[in-house]
């Protein structure tokens, strides 16, 4: 005879060694916890310890502090090495983080079927019960399966039709005070052809090779966005805070770079430019050189309210500690600019990454292409924008090249116009390559132009 079975004799589901997996996943790569959270939350843990482990975890990324494996055993002790030091050996890695993950949120979703099911069936033998408290409870039931945290689906058409129009609203809304959703640029027909500036989400990538200009336009873009209200998360990797903080003095106009290296600072003027330039909710980070820090510091500040818009200079500078299977220059440049692009998208900010071009383009002097970002194709492929600055020295003006807009016209030419210290820039008469003019549609026909063939 076939033995009967009854739900309690289903073996209940273990978790327990990937519970401890995971936190070693996340700890041995922190790039990825940004991922990881939106998959599990402490609840998936089935024992005090790791769940305590996992909202140290959890609070240090959110403040933007370090949580490697010395600092999270330094403040748990015991129970760090007992859970989770065995884990070490087989942690790592972005597709086994995420496997990992999926996984325990996979054994958690059994976890609560099992106690559910469990539920449902009392509830079903219990005589007191109608037929309509039977099938109201199969409501409870799918509830409970789901948990907190449910899976991201795939979203219908009408859902996100409707998320536009809330979009739009928000934005007559903004329009209606005086304000925007997106950052301007300061210079009007580049704001023009970005639909009215940077958008939030956007990896936008400013070009150039050195000693050109990159850091003094950024400058300009970040003064500019922190003049709307915006504040500002700048990370230089190359300059120190009073370096570009005397960048941003001469940009004024008000105080001249000999001035300050003579020592002949008139104080009235000084005093003018730091009265213009003190209220600007500007921040300037040139201390963390990790991406691992960059992330989390730019996590912290968003959080914070101290950041609506990031700055990066530069791209090449950027330490690679994330993927020491990387060998590759290549490699680490793709990782770095795919892990900035989905913080964008994550934190709901545009973020602005200075890089280098190659040389191939001051050697043939001709205007610069997509082709000539330096080290990766990935760096085009991630970006949402692309400018390139090309220096006319005979002419005293920077030809901006907008190269890659995804929303709007690509291959012209902003006109800069550099004061005497090349801190500020004017803006002059757009230029406009013949085969995509401003205000016509882009083609996709993949041709080729210099500046022989400007009007």
Request: net charge negative; hydrophobic share 40%; glycine share 6%.
């Amino acid at each position: 005879m076939k033995p009967q079975y009854i739900i309690r004799d289903i073996p209940f589901p273990e978790t327990e060694g990937m519970e401890r997996q995971v936190i070693a996943d996340v700890i041995q790569s922190p790039y990825m916890m940004g991922d990881v959270q939106q998959l599990i939350h402490k609840g998936f843990f089935t024992n005090p310890d790791r769940q305590s482990i996992w909202e140290l975890i959890e609070d240090h990324y959110n403040k933007g502090l370090s949580f490697d494996m010395q600092t999270i055993a330094a403040e748990i002790g015991k129970p760090f090495f007992d859970e989770i030091l065995p884990g070490f050996s087989d942690a790592g890695g972005t597709v086994s983080v995420i496997q990992h993950a999926a996984l325990l949120r996979t054994g958690a979703a059994r976890r609560r079927a099992y106690c559910a099911a469990i539920s449902f069936l009392e509830n079903a033998m219990n005589p007191k019960n109608t037929e309509e408290d039977i099938l109201s409870s199969t409501e409870t039931l799918s509830r409970l399966v789901e948990g907190e945290a449910p899976l991201m689906t795939e979203k219908k058409l009408a859902h996100g039709i409707s998320d536009v129009k809330e979009e739009a609203q928000k934005i007559k809304s903004l329009k209606e005070q005086g304000k925007t959703i997106r950052i301007p640029t300061g210079f009007h027909y580049l704001d023009d052809c970005l639909n009215k500036g940077f958008k939030p989400g956007q990896l936008i990538i400013l070009a150039a090779r050195p000693s050109v200009g990159k850091t003094a336009v950024m400058l300009q873009l970040a003064k500019t966005a922190a003049d709307s209200d915006n504040p500002v998360l700048l990370f230089s990797l190359e300059m120190t805070c009073p370096e570009l903080c005397e960048r941003l003095i001469f940009s004024t106009g008000e105080v001249q770079p000999y001035q300050l290296a003579n020592g002949d600072i008139e104080w009235q003027a000084f005093a003018l430019a730091e009265d213009i330039l003190s209220p600007l909710p500007i921040y300037i980070n040139d201390f963390s050189r990790s991406l691992d820090e960059i992330v989390s510091r730019l996590t912290r500040a968003v959080k914070q309210g101290r950041c609506k818009i990031a700055f990066i200079d530069y791209l090449g500078l950027i330490q690679d500690t994330l993927n020491p299977g990387y060998n590759k220059l290549y490699q680490i440049i793709a990782k770095i600019t795919g892990e900035l692009k989905a913080v964008a998208k994550r934190l709901g900010i545009p973020i602005v990454l200075l890089c280098q071009l190659n040389r191939d383009q001051a050697r043939e002097k001709r205007a610069p292409e997509l082709f000539d970002l330096r080290d990766s194709g990935s760096i085009e492929q991630d970006a949402d924008i692309v400018i390139m600055l090309e220096p006319r020295y005979d002419e005293g003006r920077i030809f901006a090249w907008l190269r890659k807009n995804r929303n709007g016209p690509r291959d012209v030419a902003l006109v800069l116009v550099p004061n005497k210290t090349y801190s500020a820039f004017e803006e002059g008469l757009p230029v406009q390559e013949l085969r995509t003019p401003c205000n016509e549609p882009v083609s996709n026909k993949d041709d080729t132009g210099d500046l022989n063939d400007l009007p």
